[in-house]
């Protein structure tokens, strides 16, 4: 069985840093895209970062541009998401993906073409 499974989150002040991880088991991803996408309450699901196979190329939503970083590690099967200079407005569920259809454009930003999801962090900054 194929799981991603983040962890990670949790609750900070504004200005602060947290780092995500996203483990992956039941088959290797090292030759695929994987990302990141971020829900709340208030807004539609949103792209935040996506990361190619071999960590050559990365993009990021304009929201969280500089802010963030986004790495893997093939060797463990796992992605990060390094996340400083924390904002309320970053208060979300945040999901790790994973291969993007065969026939995605760099980059993939609608969810749906992703194949893989995992069942979300939650990350809350507070003011």
């Known amino acids: 069985q194929v799981q991603l499974v983040e962890s990670g989150g949790g609750s900070v002040q504004a200005g602060g840093t947290l780092r995500l991880s996203c483990a992956a088991s039941?088959?290797?991803?090292?030759?695929?895209?994987m990302g990141w996408f971020r829900q709340s309450p208030r807004k539609e699901r949103e792209f935040v970062a996506e990361?190619?196979?071999?960590?050559?190329?990365?993009y990021y939503a304009d929201s969280v541009k500089g802010r963030f970083t986004i790495s893997r590690d093939n060797a463990k099967n796992t992605v990060y998401l390094q996340m400083n200079s924390l904002k309320p407005e970053d208060t979300a569920v945040y999901f790790c993906?994973?291969?993007?259809?065969?026939?995605?454009?760099?980059?993939?930003?609608?969810?749906?073409?992703?194949?893989?999801w995992g069942q979300g962090t939650q990350v809350t900054v507070s003011s």
């Open positions: 993906v994973a291969e993007p259809s065969w026939n995605s454009p760099w980059p993939e930003v609608e969810g749906y073409k992703y194949d893989y």
């Open positions: 039941g088959r290797t991803f090292a030759t695929s895209a």
């Open positions: 990361i190619s196979w071999n960590g050559g190329m990365v």
